[in-house]
């Protein structure tokens, strides 16, 4: 340990912008008695990233071993305050520069997220697909309902700043959508799931009907879903070479098609025509999607369904030979099950996301 004076400047008028001036940043905003480096703060935003599972509490406590200090609870709160503060300075400087270059709108960001999908050169040959996703959700990525710790909710009122998340609004618009054309939609209240994929495909006989077994597997997983998570899950979007595309909320509920409704909405509004998707129900999807409010859009830019390779295996025979992507020339040896593998590496953030606020 060293004591140290700071020397101020003539136009400094609170602390912090003297200390971050010499490479700190206060944990209060008027007077600060605790301050962190910017380095360490660097240091901790790039052991997030390397190591999810790593907490910031883990992170504290080594940072009191590493000055020969005991730990304790308040330095916790403020580190997680002062790190709050960093971050939000790091993401306003990454706005300005993005405003600045005319690269701060989500279909600027889609359009240039993977150069290997969506990059075009000279003369490029024309492929049977111009584009090709994949879609899926997953459970791990749960987060307590703050009502279930006997106390008031602990309201978080920061939303995600990332061009990546499709906020609960923007979903939403379409979640009455498949209700609305199956019949009139009687409750008013809040999510009344009955089941939005259709159980009956016409022209199919009934032991070819593989989406109807699908419809009642999926209601005995929605009665395993519980009520104590305020998100069940996380729905993403990716390219065939596992670049997230866009990433939205599973509020209280399982796979719904509002959720692929307002995704596909805004990819083949930034990507046009020819594109294919591939889902685990993905024939049961491509009905669903056919009486939404997207079907002129979908339809005039020709967007192809299809199921995943892995999932798609637990269809019968016929469905297979209409939807499975060995069957579909043009999609070579993309198997469409890009999401599982991203999947993976988001179960090492599964115990530090469970207990965090909306924004963390």
Known sequence: RHKATLQARPHHIFPNENLIYHGYLGCSPMYPTVTFSLRTLAVLRQVCCACPHFSIHAQCKMICHLH??????????????????YLDIIHRVNQKIQVALHRDTREWRLRNECPACFYRIKDEPTL??????????NNSLKRWDTTVYGTAPRADHCTPRSTYWLSNKEVDKFKYEVKARQGPHTDTSAEIYNDDWPAEVPNIPKDFNCVDRWCNTKADVRKKTFEVFE??????????HRFILLACNMMKSGELAKYLLAMINCLVAAYGPNGACAYD?????ART??????RPRIQALGLHFMVSAFHGHAHNRLCQLGWHPMYIEGTGNMEGEGCEHIFSAFNELAQSTCHATQFH
Request: aromatic share 16%; glycine share 6%.
């Open 68 to 85: 020969n200090m005991p730990y304790r609870p308040y330095l916790f709160q403020q580190l997680t305050r002062v790190f709050d503060v």
């Open 128 to 137: 049977t697909f111009d584009w090709l996703i994949s879609i899926d959700g």
């Open 231 to 240: 998100e069940s899950g996380i729905f993403i979007a990716a390219c065939r």
């Open 281 to 285: 129900i993905g024939c049961a999807f």
């Open 289 to 294: 999607a056919s009486t939404s409010s997207i």
